[in-house]
């Protein structure tokens, strides 16, 4: 398991408007895989398959919002009828929320089986959408654990 800087990490997550903390989540997930392996299966296959499908609802959404942009009067039926309609686009975000949380459940599993304290799974899932709160703390806990054992 590496050793990771939380603050660091955590700043990274801020820049990137959040999109940094779904990889940092990997990152702990993978550490993971590495101290206990197969404690998240197939986490690369998922990772692969969670990144090709987080492209694919960015290009959507961009391309929805392009057409409500550049939408005046006239052409608003036509823009309206070329938009990729908001069913799939919100079965893909709840798809790729719901392997986000799953992941930070499954690190809040392990750090709590070692023996370190974390908050509850509901208080992880609250603060991660309360802007990524729980990473910071999940990756301190797992810093701990990697101190602890070399």
């Known amino acids: 398991m590496r050793r990771r ?87 893909m975000a709840i798809a790729l929320i719901t392997y986000a949380l799953y992941l930070l459940i499954r690190v809040g599993a392990f750090v709590k089986e070692r023996g370190a304290q974390a908050p509850s799974n509901v208080v992880l899932v609250l603060l991660f959408f309360l802007y990524l709160i729980s990473l910071p703390l999940l990756q301190s806990r797992l810093n701990s654990l990697h101190d602890g054992h070399t």
């Open 5 to 91: 800087s939380a603050v660091l990490n955590y700043v990274f997550a801020l820049l990137t408007g959040g999109q940094y903390g779904l990889a940092w989540l990997f990152l702990m997930a993978s550490d993971i895989n590495r101290q206990k392996p197969d404690y998240v299966p197939r986490l690369r296959a998922f990772a692969v398959a969670f990144a090709i499908l987080y492209v694919v609802y960015l290009a959507l959404v961009a391309y929805n919002m392009y057409l409500i942009g550049t939408a005046t009067a006239e052409t608003y039926q036509t823009n309206s009828a070329r938009a990729v309609p908001v069913a799939p686009l919100f079965v």
